[in-house]
């Protein structure tokens, strides 16, 4: 299946009930104790059609009106989540419990209120966490509540509105498939740690060979080419990997959870706070409006993406 590079090829490969089921049953393979022709079949409708509706929530969302591509972007995204938890656990949904949205947001305040610090809230059941295990193997989530500004910075497109406001969010350090990384060493003021203890928090996260002092930068070299992973340096559609510049927010995460978290916040917003979301559209008043309208614009081409390389790289190379 290596010429199916093109992700949307591979979305539409999977739109028949026999590609389907076949594609199950290798992801059943990789799986103990699972009676893989049983469950391929019984899952292939269901995984088809969680694909299907995904993409057109996304396909309609990017032809309304931005006051409704929130609430679309966030059910098109629940979809294709759905469909990746059908190749790693046969049963789902095993409860309810793991059917509500597994992150919950403050109540509003009517007066001066800013989206960019309000916050949500994680939930120790529902699709979040559940995903969250299942899909990449986070069972103890870094954080407990998260500040939309804080879920921003961590998405490489938007450097440059960080950047417009003084703030620097991210820093490049090198590129997927690179065997040697540049660490600027302005990171040690920004995380208040020496070279060493930078150096050995990497560590745990990169397979460092040999760590060379430059003027400006710390040159790691590496025993093994960097892949893409979950893992706390956040990377763009063009492999660009970056570190974060906050040290609270350098813990292993995939993007597709931050999307999630934002895009839950956004779509309660449109849902329920009908005025202040109204008003944010029509006229622009502060920061709030640039991060968001960028961001719906870059959720509903990366996730789609980055969900189709996760399924995809599930049986590359078998």
Request: with cysteine; hydrophobic share 35%.
């Amino acid at each position: 299946m290596r010429f199916l590079e093109d992700i949307n090829s591979f979305y539409t490969y999977l739109q028949s009930q026999q590609t389907a089921q076949k594609y199950l049953y290798q992801c059943y393979q990789q799986l103990e104790d699972v009676d893989c022709d049983r469950k391929s079949y019984e899952n292939c409708n269901v995984f088809m059609y969680c694909l299907h509706h995904g993409r057109e929530y996304y396909r309609a969302g990017e032809k309304l009106d931005t006051v409704l591509k929130p609430v679309m972007f966030f059910y098109g995204m629940a979809h294709l989540l759905k469909a990746c938890l059908l190749t790693k656990r046969p049963d789902y949904p095993e409860s309810t419990s793991v059917l509500a949205h597994g992150v919950s947001a403050r109540k509003r305040k009517k007066k001066d209120y800013s989206f960019l610090e309000d916050e949500v809230k994680l939930q120790h059941k529902g699709l979040f966490p559940y995903f969250s295990q299942h899909l990449f193997g986070i069972t103890k989530l870094p954080f407990e509540k998260m500040t939309m500004r804080s879920l921003f910075s961590l998405i490489p497109e938007l450097i440059s509105y960080f950047e417009l406001e003084e703030e620097k969010s991210l820093i490049r350090i090198g590129k997927v498939g690179d065997d040697t990384l540049h660490i600027p060493k302005s990171i040690c003021d920004d995380y208040y740690m020496t070279e060493n203890a930078i150096v050995k928090r990497l560590t745990a996260y990169l397979p460092i060979k040999e760590t060379i002092e430059e003027k400006d930068c710390l040159k790691l070299h590496l025993s093994e080419p960097f892949i893409q992973t979950v893992s706390p340096f956040p990377m763009d559609l063009n492999h660009i990997i970056y570190m974060p510049t906050d040290r609270n927010l350098f813990f292993p995460i995939s993007e597709i959870m931050v999307h999630y978290l934002l895009l839950y916040n956004l779509s309660m917003l449109s849902r329920y706070e009908a005025e202040w979301w109204g008003e944010l559209l029509a006229t622009k008043p502060d920061a709030d409006y640039p991060f968001i309208s960028s961001f719906l614009d870059i959720t509903q081409k990366k996730i789609p993406i980055l969900i189709g390389k996760y399924l995809y790289k599930k049986i590359e190379g078998m």
